[in-house]
């Protein structure tokens, strides 16, 4: 239990205002996006800048209460739910957009920045800042980069990481990190700035975040495809990809979801296909001409069974914006709304399609696939009741038989959702023991007293490694 | 001491052929490429497979030796110099090319494998690796991966680790850590990918490396641009990246390199020119011949004293070629080559040239600037004679003034070449005692005894912190 004498602390240094504690505040900062995992924290912080994060910290550790940093919660791996209680940090607070640099084409934010409001200021100045997860709308650069969130144009632009080119971070130990500058290359020392990128809350609390800009492409082509099957889908992208055209966004829908995103936002998708290609490709107008052409070439040669150019780029938003309702599309369904990350090299896209399908027969489950085709990256979407512990047991062995395959085939567990609660009993699995020995390791070195974001990644030896669900929570959707 | 026993060992498990350890043999691989530091090792092994990296390092460990790994020995940081001697583990017999996956569009090499041998062997199925050390024609991939080594298309097409995608890496500790694979995106755990990439050889052996590849350019086209003075270089370069163009290649010369380039290839360089700059655009030709003309204006707006376009792919080629040579050349005309890589962010490059012209003058010494300008990251060499005490004084003071403002302004001690030997007393300066702990930790638990790579990177209460130069040894260039 927290102290009177700390809350007062934490009052003192970052305001009464920005400190929650008693039961009803902290109701909604027990959870994030992933279902099934929720707990309540003990007190909430809201600082608002660098200083109050290391003076939460420092109270934190002289309590030994677990810190859980977290941003918007649109996570869907359970990494910002406070599953030990403690304190929760979150830096919603921390939302300036500190700097747009023309010259040096780089962007400084505080963690708290929504990333859909740092591309629209970069935009605003004729600059391009490529990362786009899903959330994009209320994520936060902050959880962008815990995460190395990806999104629907990393085939062509690359992830969070790919933009990340100096952190500033609040260690456990009570120091302030300063990691890489606006030098476009840099190797003093070990990069730290990677570690950290991906680390999900667990090495240390990012305050602000540098990113690389670049000019936007002059012109894009939007496409629809539709598909009798999910095969013939996954092959149109590899030769695609094979033909040397790398489209900026290759995104997948099956029928299920081509359904439920019909559903939910009526713009005349066929609900009879199998599957949907969303295909844009962009750059120079003569490059973008001549792809398109090869595009579309490839698609009537591999029988799609319709293809549509979007007409104008109203047109075009509106079909990216229905890709991007995806999953609350499939959550309105069902209660419960299991969603996986599953992530192959392309050449086994097909593949893991027809073992999607076998799967769903097999457990006679309801699944719902989209995602980052040309990526590999693929969300299967068990729509299920988590009250019928036989439907939950079914959808386990989903999850369990698909991961087998997928890590045969050199892919991963997870493609940009991360490890967090819901896939740490993958992820041994993936890197072997060793791996995760190493990993243990480094977060000793940031971290020994284990306080920061713990019962995260790790699941072997951990006290943690079931997450606590109280009673009387329910994740909506 | 290696005791015989394990000179037997060492001989059973990689074969007598693999073992060098009379005197003669290991001379040459006392020393890579930077000046002044050289050190004899004890025992020469290479390995011709992972499992042989493996058991070698098991008999290190047993003996309690230093190991130190290395490929071509092509560094300038002095990182694969054996400084406390015990055993050289060079990689450059595990020189296979182990596949190129055009449907994946990657290739997975042994770490010995030579930068431009994987470059002509993609090349030839139309595949692209961009990254191109100045030692491409001999520095090897497990040394690229271990520096993060940059190159000439570093500005539009990034480093070695923006093309990493997985290693095999021999542990200190024993094992064998695969991490990485072929998916695109991958966020199962710490990244420990970009972590060893860059770390210098200090945290374990890469043994095999996946790389990524891309589609080539198109087209391309190479411009010569003379100027009176650095800074107008420096400025037609901000210029540019502002006017949101991002060439490939935007290399500087200086006036002391001009002139030792062309004593050394011939090639008709004005001698009279206070700076060059090699630009080369590439991409669709629609899209490079706009991209052309835009950087021509630009370089006639700031009074570029002539521009020069290279009218055959021949000439083209031969231009970059003498860009390569710089070093070399510059270090035909001096007995000690002092070679530097001070990166600041774009927008500093001309105050960075001032300042360099300044201290030229102010320390009295003979200095010649090459270096990837669109980078920021420059390579300002002191020619000199390390015979001469004073000379050598002043050379340092140099470096010291000129490290202290390109940190001031942002800037890293070291954009490509690592910190090795030569940079250890600057990279507390730029990280600080903070930074510098988080790695010692790091280092600490993938290598608890401290065999692997001993002295480099770290200074402070390293018992191994100034490098043993022992005499009758001299680097020749």
Not at 150 to 170: E, P, S, W
Not at 404 to 425: D, F, M, N, Q, R
């Amino acid at each position: 239990m927290i102290s009177t004498t700390a809350i007062e602390h934490l009052k003192e240094k970052l305001g009464a205002q920005n400190v929650l504690y008693e039961k009803e505040d902290l109701l909604v900062l027990g959870y994030d996006s992933t279902p099934g995992v929720h707990h309540l924290p003990e007190v909430v912080v809201y600082p608002t800048s660098t200083e109050q994060v290391l003076a939460a910290m420092e109270i934190a550790q002289r309590e030994g209460l677990p810190i859980v940093p977290r941003g918007s919660g649109t996570g869907l791996s359970g990494g910002s739910v406070p599953v030990q209680g403690g304190m929760v940090i979150c830096l919603t607070r921390m939302n300036r957009i500190l700097e747009i640099d023309e010259e040096n084409l780089t962007a400084t934010v505080e963690a708290g920045v929504v990333t859909l409001d740092l591309f629209n200021a970069v935009a605003a100045k004729g600059l391009f800042y490529p990362p786009d997860p899903g959330s994009q709308k209320i994520s936060t650069l902050g959880g962008n980069v815990m995460e190395n969130a990806g999104g629907l144009r990393g085939l062509k632009y690359g992830v969070t990481r790919d933009y990340v080119m100096a952190l500033k971070c609040v260690l456990p130990d009570g120091s302030i990190l300063t990691t890489g500058g606006k030098s476009v290359k840099d190797v003093a020392g070990y990069n730290f700035k990677d570690l950290l990128c991906g680390s999900e809350g667990t090495l240390g609390i990012i305050t602000e975040i540098t990113v690389k800009l670049i000019p936007p492409p002059k012109d894009k082509r939007t496409f629809l495809a539709y598909f009798n099957d999910m095969r013939t889908a996954g092959e149109a992208v590899s030769k695609i990809i094979a033909a040397k055209i790398i489209p900026s966004t290759m995104e997948i829908m099956d029928k299920a979801t081509i359904n439920c995103v019909e559903d939910y936002v009526k713009i005349g998708l066929p609900r009879q296909m199998a599957a949907l290609l969303l295909i844009e490709v962009d750059g120079h107008p003569a490059m973008v001409a001549e792809e398109a052409e090869a595009v579309e070439k490839i698609l009537r040669e591999v029988n799609a069974a319709e293809v549509h150019v979007a007409k104008t780029a109203e047109e075009a938003a509106s079909l990216a914006a229905a890709r991007r309702t995806a999953l609350s599309a499939l959550a309105r369904v069902s209660p419960t709304t299991l969603l996986e990350d599953a992530t192959v090299p392309r050449s086994r896209l097909a593949d893991t399609f027809d073992e999607i399908e076998r799967l769903t027969e097999k457990y006679q489950l309801k699944v719902g696939t989209f995602g980052h085709a040309g990526d590999g990256n693929l969300h299967p979407t068990v729509l299920c009741d988590e009250r019928n512990a036989d439907e939950m047991q079914r959808a386990h062995a989903f999850y369990n038989e698909l991961y087998e395959k997928v890590l045969a085939w050199g892919g991963t567990v997870s493609g940009e959702h991360g490890i967090g609660l819901a896939k740490k009993e993958y992820l041994a699995r993936q890197i072997g023991p060793g791996g995760v020995a190493v990993m243990k390791r480094i977060k000793q070195s940031f971290d020994p007293k284990g306080l920061l974001n713990p019962g995260k990644i790790f699941d072997e030896g951990d006290p943690c490694s079931k997450p606590h669900v109280e009673e009387g929570f329910r994740v909506s959707h």
